[in-house]
Structures are given as C-alpha cells and as structure tokens.
C-alpha cells in the first residue's frame, strides 16, 4: 500500500478584511497524497483550490491571509509550524510547485538557464557552471530543442508553450517528492495542453514524483488523476479514486460539473450551466454551502451543515441526501 506523503487535516486559510470580516477561502479541508500518486483537485474558479496549494507552500500573503488552524503534514513534519528559513529548504527542493501563467512566475531580468540554475546552486550546493550543464540537461529531458541556446534566452523571448517546459524543468531540477501544478495548461492553445500533459506524465513516471493537480477542467482530470479532491465553497465536497468519481457520483455539484462537459456529438444547442453562483466566501450560510444551487435540496439542508462522511471505501460525500 502507498505511503501517505501529504495529509491536510482541517485546514483553514483565511483573509481579513477591513471591516474586521474574515474570508474563509478555505474552510476546514481534509485531504491526503500518497507518494508516486496523482490528485487532481477541482472545482470552479475561487472555491479554493490555489490557496489550498499556497497554504502547502506557505507562500500565502501575510498580512491579510493567515492559516488560522490545521495541519498540513509532510512526511510526518508540520508545515504550519516550521519557520520561514526551514519552508526554504522545502520550496523548490522537497516539494515544488508550477504556476498557473509562468510569465507571471519567470523573473524578466534573469535568463531562463540563471533561474533554473539558481535552484541548484540554493539547495545542491553545486558551483554555477556545474549547475548551467544540469540545467540544460533537464531542458532537454523536458523536450526543448536547443536547450543550450534556450537556457541563455530571457522569458519574452520563448512562447507560452516553452516557458511552461521551463517552468516543469525548474520544478523538477532537484527531483521533489511531491509536485504542485496549479493549473499549468490553462493559458495554452489544446496541442500545447496535450504536449505539457504528456510531459508531466513521463516526468512523473521518471522521477516517482507524487502531483498534486489543480484543475477546473474534468477532461484532464480523467487523464492525470489517480483520486479526486472536488472543492466547492472553500471545502472538500467529495473525494474518491478517479474511477469511483466518474462512475459512481454522488455528490450533486460533482454531477453538475460532469453534466456541463461538453461532447462533440451532443445534440442540445445550449450547454448545460449550473444555476446561481458560488457563495460569498465572508458570509457563508449557515447550512450546505451548496444548496440554494442544488436540485435535490430541502430546508434540512438550508438549515444543517453537512460533514465530510465515507459511504463506501475510499469515497467521502459532503451531504445529507448521500447514501
């Protein structure tokens, strides 16, 4: 059996403002990543997916975000409890992370072979040059032609596809045991999305890396999980192996995700949307955050905030009509 590597017990980030009001983007989560393993965590956009992952990272602003209760352990450690100087040694080394638009994350002033090499100079204590020639290796294993040539070139100068291989190659430079990827195909064109994709794979089948994968897109997730975090309203409303998410869906936002996939032969003009919108994350109700955009819901879940609960093995459901 896989060894748990992550394992978030109620986590809760939130964000003060300035009437004295919190924002509780993410409200009491429970999740878990074994080594080797993918997670892919969905849901729509502001349900909490990228602070859950700026949590791990401890790279939430502060002021005004604050982790205000959890834990968040890795490898058995308590990262909310380690110092600014020891989640150093961790960022980029132990756990990496790739960010949603990498022209936003690669620094404009340094050329993309400085930055990779950077890494390995901090945290392999390795001589530039030294480090120079492992990064252009790990440029080509991430499929840049070039790589040498590549590795001198600021990040303008490179497309969207190429800076997002460079950003995989910065992440994956020292080989960390867990990979966070926030949405990293988001802002490609779909034959980069399923070049990057098939990158991660191999990278991932190379390294034994565990991932954990943000996402709003189910089509990938039915590609790259092997279980499945669904977050609404900053919790976790149903987790399960991909294969029991897909098959066996209970939750009614997991259902409504999956009936707004498109297909090519759908005959409906109009694409399914979920009525309403997502909560206001200072003012939650005080029952299912999800009911006033649910189909099946009744003043019980107006009024009783459902908990986290397994139904069947491995398949946790945030609801009161759940069997």
């Given at each position: 059996?896989?060894?748990?590597?992550?394992?978030?017990?109620?986590?809760?980030?939130?964000?003060?403002?300035?009437?004295?009001?919190?924002?509780?983007?993410?409200?009491?989560?429970?999740?878990?990543?074994?080594?080797?393993?993918?997670?892919?965590?969905?849901?729509?956009?502001?349900?909490?997916?990228?602070?859950?992952?700026?949590?791990?990272?401890?790279?939430?602003?502060?002021?005004?975000?604050?982790?205000?209760?959890?834990?968040?352990?890795?490898?058995?450690?308590?990262?909310?409890?380690?110092?600014?100087?020891?989640?150093?040694?961790?960022?980029?080394n132990?756990?990496?992370?790739?960010?949603?638009?990498?022209?936003?994350?690669?620094?404009?002033?340094?050329?993309?072979?400085?930055?990779?090499?950077?890494?390995?100079?901090?945290?392999?204590?390795?001589?530039?040059?030294?480090?120079?020639?492992?990064?252009?290796?790990?440029?080509?294993?991430?499929?840049?032609?070039?790589?040498?040539?590549?590795?001198?070139?600021?990040?303008?100068?490179?497309?969207?596809?190429?800076?997002?291989r460079?950003?995989?190659?910065?992440?994956?430079?020292?080989?960390?045991?867990?990979?966070?990827?926030?949405?990293?195909?988001?802002?490609?064109?779909?034959?980069?999305q399923?070049?990057?994709?098939?990158?991660?794979?191999?990278?991932?089948?190379?390294?034994?890396?565990?991932?954990?994968?943000?996402?709003?897109?189910?089509?990938?997730?039915?590609?790259?999980?092997?279980?499945?975090?669904?977050?609404?309203?900053?919790?976790?409303?149903?987790?399960?192996?991909?294969?029991?998410?897909?098959?066996?869906?209970?939750?009614p936002?997991?259902?409504?995700?999956?009936?707004?996939?498109?297909?090519v032969?759908?005959?409906?003009?109009?694409?399914?949307?979920?009525?309403?919108?997502?909560?206001?994350?200072?003012?939650?109700?005080?029952?299912?955050?999800?009911?006033?955009r649910?189909?099946?819901?009744?003043?019980?879940?107006?009024?009783?905030?459902?908990?986290?609960?397994?139904?069947?093995?491995?398949?946790?459901?945030?609801?009161?009509?759940?069997?």
């Amino acid at each position: 059996m896989s060894e748990k590597l992550l394992a978030i017990k109620n986590l809760k980030t939130y964000f003060a403002l300035d009437e004295g009001k919190w924002v509780k983007a993410v409200d009491g989560v429970d999740l878990s990543v074994e080594s080797g393993k993918t997670l892919c965590i969905v849901g729509e956009s502001g349900c909490g997916k990228s602070i859950t992952s700026l949590s791990i990272m401890n790279l939430i602003p502060k002021p005004p975000g604050k982790i205000v209760a959890g834990e968040i352990l890795f490898e058995g450690v308590d990262l909310t409890k380690l110092s600014e100087d020891e989640m150093s040694e961790i960022r980029g080394n132990k756990i990496a992370m790739i960010f949603q638009e990498p022209m936003t994350s690669l620094n404009p002033v340094l050329t993309i072979g400085d930055q990779i090499s950077e890494v390995l100079v901090l945290h392999r204590n390795m001589h530039k040059q030294q480090a120079l020639q492992e990064t252009v290796q790990m440029l080509q294993k991430v499929g840049i032609p070039r790589a040498d040539k590549i590795a001198t070139e600021y990040p303008h100068r490179l497309s969207g596809g190429m800076r997002q291989r460079a950003m995989i190659a910065m992440a994956m430079v020292c080989n960390p045991k867990l990979l966070i990827a926030d949405e990293p195909t988001t802002a490609l064109d779909v034959t980069i999305q399923a070049q990057v994709l098939d990158l991660m794979r191999k990278m991932k089948s190379e390294f034994g890396t565990a991932v954990i994968f943000i996402t709003h897109d189910l089509g990938v997730v039915s590609e790259m999980a092997d279980d499945v975090a669904v977050m609404y309203a900053g919790q976790v409303v149903e987790t399960a192996s991909v294969e029991e998410i897909f098959d066996n869906t209970r939750h009614p936002y997991t259902k409504a995700l999956l009936a707004a996939i498109p297909f090519v032969d759908q005959a409906k003009e109009v694409l399914y949307s979920i009525p309403g919108t997502v909560p206001d994350a200072a003012n939650y109700p005080p029952g299912c955050r999800f009911a006033d955009r649910c189909q099946i819901s009744d003043a019980g879940c107006i009024q009783h905030a459902p908990v986290l609960r397994e139904i069947t093995a491995g398949h946790y459901v945030r609801c009161l009509k759940a069997l």
